[in-house]
């Protein structure tokens, strides 16, 4: 969309030029065409700039675009089209930035044309939930975001509508993700299983063991509260209980001395939230937090304002470690460590203050490193190298201020690429290289766009393509060449418009607008 903004102030230079020269006969409505007759673009001039509702249209005379101009600026819904004439986008524009929905759509052989995403936006910043969908129009994934940043709980769903993966995010940074609602090869249902109300909150969660109930089985109410438990072993009931709001009672200890050693709250019997440990002065040496079924979620020192503080371990149901590390007045501080249900180190980094900073690391389930990123004050800055399962740098860049800035390298086996960005837009040379090394591309951004001459290479090195952009705008003569070097095409481009193919004209004159992309 940046670039359609830059083409929308040319364009009112270019009208405002051709007012001056009397090509455009003043305000009002104005038709532009094809050398053809067909329209290439129609709306109102004020003052010599698009205002109101434009059309654009391919030179076969289906539409391209339509969408209303305010004060010069994107205003309202605008819609763009393939040369089919189907939809592409829908975006709502407020003040020349994207406010309010935007879909995008997708073509597919059964279904045809469908929704592929939905994401809503505030003063051009993605906002809220944004929606991605499988062809047959159920939801595929949802993102949350906040200012244009990743943010809360996201979910991945299959083609059935279970939830296969909870995603949390904070900061844009992806802190934990749960597999859960999961079939193995066979066709059993392995792992937990959890079924949602429409708002989103869990009704049911279920462990299985090869298709059979193995574990705890707890059921909720809209609001989150626990209603009941059950307790399986291999598809069998072990124990049954109804959460009804019974007393809590407080059970303490004493030593010989009659000190306090042992504080906690049961409910029938059963360990629930918070239970402390104390030395002989008092202090709080331990603590230990309970689910509402008796269930141990994590073990560490919550003093009586309920602060945490110092060592901390959190659990997963079967008593395996899911994370450890350190508390601060209730923040995460130092290193801390975090392990995937099967017991395998998953990532380890350090808190200040509550925010990721320093060296962070993400791990195979083999124990090699996955990528190592540094963080300054929860936002990444520094070195990142990201590593494939056998070892082999396939990303290498630095952050600063959580955008990519200076030299980064990118391999994925068949292509390596390299070049330069500044926050976080590409920007100077580069070049990318076949396996064996030799130059496949090499080109020059600015801003995040192409511009000057981009070249692209055959394996054998000669030149299999030569482009030409001024800042993201394809303009000139842009030629294509076999590997033998002879000249198989040529296309000329004037303001991101095709003007002729090997030499035929087929576009705008010069007297002639563009209008939208």
């Known amino acids: 969309m940046k670039k359609l903004l830059s083409l929308c102030v040319i364009l009112s230079t270019v009208l405002m030029a051709k007012g001056q020269t009397g090509a455009v006969s003043g305000d009002g409505y104005q038709v532009f065409r094809y050398p053809n007759g067909t329209i290439s673009s129609e709306g109102v001039l004020k003052n010599g700039k698009p205002e109101g509702f434009w059309k654009s249209y391919y030179v076969t005379g289906i539409k391209k675009s339509e969408g209303k101009y305010s004060n010069f600026q994107l205003d309202s819904v605008w819609v763009f089209f393939d040369q089919a004439g189907d939809t592409l986008e829908k975006i709502n524009y407020l003040f020349g930035k994207r406010n309010g929905y935007s879909f995008k759509y997708g073509k ?34 949802t993102l949350a975001y906040n200012e244009g940043k990743k943010e809360g709980l996201s979910k991945e769903f299959d083609r059935d509508g279970k939830v296969i993966t909870i995603f949390e995010y904070n900061n844009d940074y992806l802190i934990s993700r749960e597999r859960i609602n999961r079939i193995d090869a066979n066709g059993l249902r392995q792992g937990v299983w959890k079924d949602f109300y429409p708002g989103g909150s869990v009704k049911t969660e279920k462990n299985f063991r090869d298709d059979l109930l193995h574990g705890y089985f707890k059921e909720y109410d809209i609001r989150g509260v626990l209603v009941m438990t059950m307790l399986y072993d291999s598809g069998s009931i072990v124990k049954s209980e109804v959460e009804d709001q019974s007393d809590i009672e407080i059970e303490n200890r004493y030593d010989e001395n009659n000190r306090l050693v042992y504080s906690g709250p049961f409910r029938n019997k059963v360990p629930v939230g918070v239970h402390r440990e104390y030395n002989a002065d008092g202090k709080v040496t331990n603590g230990f937090v309970y689910n ?16 945490f503080n110092g060592k901390w371990k959190d659990l997963y149901p079967d008593g395996k470690t899911q994370a450890e590390g350190q508390y601060t007045e209730s923040r995460r501080s ?53 590593y494939s399962a056998d070892g082999k740098i396939i990303a290498q860049g630095v952050y600063t201020d959580g955008e990519k800035n200076g030299p980064w390298k990118y391999d994925s086996g068949d292509n390596t690429e390299e070049g330069n960005y500044i926050v976080g837009l590409r920007d100077g040379l580069w070049k990318s ?25 055959h394996e054998n090195g000669r030149v299999r393509e030569e482009q030409f952009y001024r800042m993201g705008i394809r303009q000139r003569t842009w030629k294509k060449y076999d590997e033998d070097g002879m000249q198989i095409m040529m296309i000329t481009f004037r303001d991101d418009v095709e003007i002729s193919i090997n030499g035929v004209r087929i576009q705008l004159p010069e007297s002639d607008v563009k209008l939208i992309k």
Request: proline residues 5%; glycine residues 14%; negative net charge.
């Open 292 to 307: 509402d079924n008796g269930l141990l979620i994590s073990e560490g020192i919550v003093d009586e304002a309920g602060r």
């Open 108 to 141: 597919d052989p059964a279904e045809g044309l469908f929704v592929q995403s939905r994401e809503l936006y505030a003063g051009d910043r993605k906002e809220g939930l944004a929606y991605f969908y499988y062809p047959d129009g159920k939801i595929q994934q």
């Open 334 to 386: 130092g290193l801390w460590k975090f392990y995937n249900p099967e017991g395998k180190l998953e990532q380890t980094g350090s808190y200040n203050n509550g925010r990721p900073d320093g060296l962070w690391k993400w791990y195979y389930n083999n124990g090699a490193i996955l990528r190592e990123e540094e963080y300054f004050q929860g936002q990444r800055d520094g070195e990142y190298t990201e």
């Open 433 to 457: 290289y076949y396996p064996d090394g030799t130059l496949r591309f090499k080109g020059n951004y600015v801003q995040g766009n192409p511009d000057g001459t981009l070249t692209y290479y």
